[in-house]
C-alpha cells in the first residue's frame, strides 16, 4: 500500500528540494507539483492512469487530485473517479503571501512584498459550486490546506500600475500552517467561522471568514445544502443563518 503524508497543524516548513522552482513535469507549476511530492514522496504513485484521465496520486487506498485551479475543470474527471475509488480533493489556500513582480519587457524583478490578506479555510466555498451535485458522494474526501507561500507575477495588467488583470507566473510553497479534512456532512461544520454570533447573514459570515460577500452567499449556499446550517428568518432582505443541531448533518 502506499504511503500516506501527515501534516502536522502547526507550520511546517517545505525541504529546499522540494520548493525549489523548476521541478514540475506536465506542465504543472511548482506549487502543484511541491505538494504531490510533499503528500506522496514515492513518485512511483505519481500520474497514474485511469481511464481516459491520469490520476495525481494513485495508491490502494485511492487517488489524490491536487487542484490549484478552478473546480469547474475538473467535473467529468471527478464524476468518472468517484464511480471507482475514493478520491481526496487537496485545495491549497494561500494564507501568508509575498509578491513579487516581473517586467515581461526588461525582466526586472521587484522586491518581494507581503500582502495584507490572511487565507481562511472558507475560501474553498467559491469552487465547491463548482461540484455542488458531487459533495454528498460518500467517496469524496474533501482537504482544504492552509500554505504560506511566494507568488510572482507579471506586469501585464490592463490597469495603469498593469497589476490588475495581470497574469500569475508562479508561487513557491514555504510552508503548512493548517489542515482541514471534510470527509462527510458533518465535517462541514470545520468550516464555519467560530466568531459567528449564535444567528448571522451573509454580511456577518463575509467578515468573520475574511471572504468577499459573493464568496460568503457561495458558502452558505453550500453549507445549507450540506445541512451545516439553517435558515431561520430574514434580517431585511437577507437569510438569518444559525449552525444546524450537532448531528443534523450525519442523520440525513
Not at 487517488?63 to 467529468?76: A, H, Y
Not at 507579471?154 to 471534510?182: A, H, M, Q, Y
Not at 431585511?236 to 450537532?246: D, E, F, I, Q, T
Request: aromatic share 8%; glycine share 6%.
Amino acid at each position: 500500500m502506499g504511503r500516506k503524508a501527515s501534516i502536522e497543524p502547526t507550520a511546517q516548513p517545505f525541504p529546499p528540494a522540494v520548493s525549489g522552482r523548476g521541478i514540475g513535469t506536465l506542465g504543472e507549476k511548482t506549487l502543484h507539483t511541491a505538494l504531490k511530492r510533499y503528500i506522496e514522496p514515492d513518485c512511483t504513485w505519481h500520474e497514474v492512469r485511469i481511464g481516459p484521465y491520469v490520476a495525481d496520486i494513485m495508491t490502494d487506498s485511492g487517488v489524490t487530485e491536487i487542484q490549484t485551479r478552478g473546480f469547474s475543470n475538473m467535473r467529468k474527471k471527478l464524476e468518472y473517479l468517484l464511480a471507482r475509488c475514493n478520491v481526496t480533493v487537496v485545495y491549497p489556500v494561500p494564507h501568508e503571501k509575498w509578491v513579487s513582480w516581473i517586467d515581461p519587457e526588461t525582466g526586472e524583478v521587484s522586491a518581494k512584498h507581503k500582502s495584507p490578506k490572511i487565507g481562511t479555510p472558507s475560501e474553498i466555498f467559491r469552487e465547491l459550486v463548482h461540484i455542488k451535485y458531487l459533495l454528498k458522494e460518500p467517496n469524496l474526501t474533501l482537504r482544504v490546506l492552509l500554505v504560506d507561500m511566494e507568488e510572482t507575477r507579471f506586469l501585464n495588467g490592463w490597469s495603469r500600475d498593469r497589476k490588475s488583470g495581470s497574469e500569475r507566473c508562479d508561487r513557491v510553497p514555504l510552508r503548512i500552517v493548517g489542515d482541514v479534512t471534510v470527509s462527510c456532512p458533518e465535517d462541514y461544520e470545520k468550516l464555519i467561522p467560530d466568531v459567528l454570533p449564535e444567528l448571522f447573514t451573509s454580511n456577518d459570515f463575509s467578515r468573520a471568514a475574511h471572504i468577499s460577500l459573493s464568496a460568503a452567499q457561495s458558502a452558505l449556499n453550500i453549507l445549507f445544502y450540506m445541512d451545516a446550517v439553517e435558515r431561520v428568518g430574514r434580517d431585511g432582505r437577507k437569510y438569518l443563518y444559525r449552525r444546524a443541531p450537532s448531528g443534523k448533518s450525519a442523520a440525513k
